[in-house]
Each structure stands twice: as structure tokens, then as C-alpha cells.
């Protein structure tokens, strides 16, 4: 059977945002927001989020480097707590461990 972009983007968003907020979200959607919130699962989670070339850690970083940052802070929490390490990707893989700093 063929995975659909929203199944692979509710994928991948469980795994970046964690099942309880996903949980929520979806039961907090209403008739207004369902398309919306269809669309950005299979745009953002099921596209670009799956796209292959960079990990789960290294788009977290990326996304949390936009210029503005959210103005409400449970938004800015959401944006940044994924660059913390995740329990899948043990941090001395990460793309900066092997840049050292110039002393002085």
C-alpha cells in the first residue's frame, strides 16, 4: 500500500512535535481550519519535512532561524524546542559537533 503525503507528514509531525500535541491540535480543529490544517500536513510535514537530504535536527535548526520569531510565546516555544537534541539523533552526530572554535 502507498503511504499518502498526509499520512507520511502526520508521520513525521508526531515524531518532530510529539503525539500529545498533535493529539491536541487535531482535537482543537474545527470545520473553519480543517482544510488548512489538511494542507499544512501534507505541504509542510509531508513534503518538505520528508524531503530526503537533511535530518529531522538540522530542519528543526532551520526553521527556528526564521527572523521574526513568532510573537506569542507558545508559538516561539514551539518553534525552538526542536532544536534541542532528539532521543532519535544522539548529538555528537550532529552536522556542528565537529566545529571547533578559534581560541581567542
Known sequence: ?????????????????????????SARSTNFDDDFQTFITE??????????????????MLTGQWPSP?????RRKLMTWPVLPHPQVP???SPMSSVRRKPG
Open 43 to 60: 505541504g509542510a510535514w509531508g513534503s518538505l519535512w520528508s524531503r530526503p537530504g537533511l535530518t529531522l535536527r538540522e530542519r528543526s
Open 91 to 93: 548529538v555528537s552526530t
Open 70 to 74: 513568532p510573537p506569542c510565546p507558545r
Open 1 to 25: 500500500m502507498v503511504e499518502t503525503r498526509y499520512e507520511r507528514g502526520m508521520a513525521v509531525r508526531r515524531r518532530v512535535l510529539g503525539d500529545r500535541h498533535v493529539d491536541e491540535a
